[in-house]
């Protein structure tokens, strides 16, 4: 039916050869009976039949996609034209008869190193799942597929599908806290047990990140605690329960973010105060060895003086006493500097 | 009717030549027929039929508008003398019979290199809109025009009107948030790629340029929230919902400008940081260099005392033997400073 | 009746000659006709009257004063205890047929380059305002004086005076403000167009001026706030209209204070940051300077050292050539540190 | 009845010789009459009767007393449990018939330097007050005693008995607070005027009192708003009022605090800036005097090298002249450097 | 029935050898017997019948453990998979006829020198307490003693065993927050007394367990407020005064946290300024003795002219001369850095 396995490492950014960008799938469940090669153009059928329960899967939207959410579910203007942005802030907003959700899927790409952020926008109606996003998403994937293998689990309740949808979703940022709480833990490494001068690009990078996340999973929260605190007509007693489980999660998440954020900001602090304390440790040596070399110095420039009668300027050992004071006077200083705790 | 065209590049501060500085349109609506060459005179009887809808637009008012709004309109003399001023605060006041609402068009002068805030009141009735501002705003201009080209889609709702308005001024926004989002990024690359001494003020800057859109926009969102929270009876359950887009984007806007400043300031950490690292780089290799001339100058120092017996003192290679050996301890000692990761 | 004139220089601080540094006013009001020369134990006979609408002011109160405010408006002790204290908080305690205010006036003293706050303490009565200060208020003899020459705009609603009262007040904190906003633009300039190395305590004082008038100006706002919320039976509807007006004034003032202590902090830390690269930049200088004297005294050294054989050391140039070849590697060591940007 | 003057220098820590450490002083005020002398026992008798008011005041409670609290007036273990505790927050919590409160009274004891905190319980029923600490309480005596004095004036309500207490206790906290303020000024003083370089540590102290302070009023305030704000069967409207005052009064104290909080950390600021800028001042100096330095030895290095033709090396006023060059290159050098604003 | 007693000093890191890592403990209480060698088969039975109160506390639960949860208490699976997890977040979920809770157990490993968090999850039924965790729990053993022990005390109330667990889980906080208090005097202790340089990393640690304390004790104390707040209908009102107490002593414990995270941060600044202000007393110090040393190596340098006329030159005190010029001329500077306040 589609070609996704191949699709899976497409990324929104660089160019990649020959991959079906798009893809629209269609389920619709009728008791225990799973359709998929259905007329796109039977869904407002299908939705009136309270009895049926409807997913439809939308990958980069085009225009006979957009047709299809205008015609067939007959969506309000503006949720359809969030739905087709790409940078919109997580929210719930209450139509007739449905609900419009924004999420994102997080997933970190090992390969370049960065945190990608997926939008997925949502339609929840009483008997159907409208889901739309530019990039893959493996959570919708899974869920899917899990839905069509476990079907009685699930039941006829949307809001099963919606549940079982965002904890996909938001299980999949754990790792990526998991990430950054690696990350934080390699930046303190990198200030106490080996110094890293170039740690403080490695601190600015990770804020930028926990910003980033922080500024997706906040709103998400808020989204959250309004379907389980509002009265949602469509979902069941049940499933309030549910979305409690992820909510939970989520404040888990946010908990996690600003604990981070409070360590970066000591790292940084400790960060500033090591490097600082290094370079003053070492110009304090550097100084000590210049002292000891100024005296040094000062003795050969005593005798380097031209005066006519000078003490044991004519002795035979005169030049070998004068390196034995050096000498000494540098091993008394640097003891003197050693006792001082100086050095 | 108007010559606003050569208007456009008007700004508040500096002097121009020969622009008119003042316009006032009156556009009235009546079930698909426009009117614009109107007497301002008959404004309070065309409000009076409900089924006329009125906006009048006055740019730079003169004191015969004044007096228009407050005969015709019989506007409350307190939000006519907010709507003359020019540092007030967005917010909203409900009046018998409208609403009043000061908000801010802001724009970016690359010429100057500034933001611009354009001031604008609006009164906001049943079946009338008036603008008041000081210069052009190009938001209402293109408002009115859409009005006037697709009549169909606006209907006969002033809150359609307000929304268009509204949405036109907030889309605006995003062109200055970007450019701001960029010279955060470009701060950040003039400290980590090219570092460049004076970044400190372009931070300091761009500081005051998030702070003053910031004050701008948190009190528009409050705004925008009374009115969708409230219940307003001038606007129908529909216009709600596309002010609640107003107020997402709105929402989006503030998100941004909070991440942004908490980048900005980690940025002035990191750049305090990296300036008094590479001051402190640069003695630290000039400390290491007077150490290596210092030693040398022992040397010669040594060899420039006046004792009668000292070693290769009489030798024809004892020039060449103490250059030789300021050579090697100078190779020497740089050779134990690389060692210990000083250099 | 009074000599008020000569008394409006008056402060708190430091010794006048010859100044009545007390005065009471009582203006009775009674359908257009103002009575002034009143036998002030007749008060509780004229607010008994509802048609009159009185007015008393003291300043410095006396014993005989405060007797007055105990029999004839029969005050609770509590609210005339606060009314004679110096350092209350602003608020607004609501009594049996009365509402007990705390408001500040704020005035900029040029001469003595600081701010001053002036307590002023008003009972609201149904038909009677009483206010209560140490030091002449401005404002008040205003509002007293417009009073008594627009007479018709006053109307004979209490809400409408205590408007124009507090509306004065708080117009006078706006040179206060901009008198801030002009220091903290002083202080940037001190600190990026002609540094100044003593800018630090001017940071601190305008630091301290900004708490103490918020301070002042937040609880203030609390009191409008309180004012126009809960349902006041003494003042007409139209009156919250005129208050939320004052209101509004004052949450731009709060907004602006933070504003200001925003920018005054990043302004503390680019100074530290410039004062700091300003030594380092010169100590790298003199480092350099140091540098190229060592490595000219090394030459010295050199030729001072004893040794019999050495090149050019009887040649009559030899002086001449040693001469300038320590020319030649100060400027070949200057120009290397150019060329590293170290200069 | 009681020996306390003595007992009225007495601390919590530190052994006194002969110390009655304990007092219990019984009031039962009978309609104009008081009696003190009264047998505990009947505490349940008197208690019942709602014309009488009784005081109960118990300073290092034994086990006799405790049993007092649990037989006579039949507290809940939870509120005895507290009562006897040391280091409880402020809170107040409402049992059948009565309220406990927890209160602190803060004395600056001038001979430690240290401030101190003396836990209060209260026990508050329709007719009685029930006050146990630890240590002497001037507040409590001096209420007792007005009590006393001032019959007519309390009249019978125990909520004016509460009011007096709090109060006299919020009272002293204002000579607590100017001294802490007066310690902010100190340190301001250490800093600009004249610098001590360990006010550092000062610094550290006044914030962990500041801290301290604010971690008794906060809650103190919470305590004050409930009971304020919750309707309390067992006081008199009237007595609300009193209460507000003293609410009043603390919500000053802990603006105050958070202000000194603000003014310290500011201080803080400028202490480091000011202490780093004078050691670099120093440093500069230092360094200009070894530029000046070392340029002369250049001077006595070139006329110390042996080359065989050098100018003026033969001549009577070689010497004069080198001495000559070295002096007027440092007064140059120290010219240039003021001249560069260096010095 | 158990072999507890060994298993006491069991941690959840490192191997022990020998030691049961699994119990289970099934009590059944009716009316004065209690029952502890009981089929758990039977516990369905059990808590039907109201008279009874069931405690099961379960120990690193195995499989069957589990499927005693689903079967015999019917718990909803995701209060189960809740509670095997090991890093939930306190909180409370309310379910038909019971209550989860989930809350940590927090101890100070002296050993290790690490705090330990161990999750304890409860089911807190009509009549019946189920405790789940991995590790074993001192305050779960010592609750259950006791309620054995004092039976009467208990009474029939599920809400008091709660309580008395509670209790004995948050009064187990309280070592622990002395430890972190202690710990922070030391820290202040290591910055004012006796300066160690490597303080950074103690503060950087103590940060970290302050942040993990609160990232617990904070939702603790939410749950709490919940349960106190809303009307909980398995809990009798005497049960809530209790619960109340142990809140009381959760603020006092996040209030405790909240102080000594500000006074770590003031420590942290004092360390930088401290550790700072040294390295720059030791450079002062060193760059004054270069200074001296330059001053005299000058003297020996001008003696080292080769002018023909020089004074002193051929006296035979001309060295003893020189080298005491050298010597009053060190003294003299001294004494002048002294009296500059330099040294």
Redesign the interface.
Known sequence: MRTRTQSNDHSTSGAQIEQPDWHRLLICWEDGRFETDLDPSDISEFIKRKDHLVWLDIQAPRDEDIALLRKEFEF?P?AIE?ATRH???P?V?S?DGYYFLIFYAITYNEDKNRLQAELMSLFVGANFLVSVHQGPIEAIDNTIKRWQQNEEQFGRDVGVLLYELLDAIVDDYFPVIDQLAERVEDI?EQI?ERFR?DA??D??GL??DL??VR?IVA?ERDVLNILIRREVPIFERNTI??L??VY?HI??IT?SID?YR??LS????????????R??????V??????V??????I????????????????????AI??AL?VALSLGLIAFFRWRK?L
């Open positions: 309000h503006l969030d940078r919109e802030r929210k907003d139509y303190e106490f001068n403080l690009q601190v600015f804020k930028r910003l980033n500024r709103p329960l549910y409690q489980d939970d404040v888990r908990d604990t409070d360590l000591s790292a940084l602090d400790a960060f500033l105060s090591v490097q600082s304390n370079l003053n440790q070492i110009l304090k550097l100084t000590i060895a210049s002292i070399l100024m005296t040094d110095a000062l050969a420039g005593i005798y380097g003086m031209n005066f006519e009668y000078m003490p044991i300027l004519h002795s035979p050992y005169g030049f004068s390196i050096m100086w």
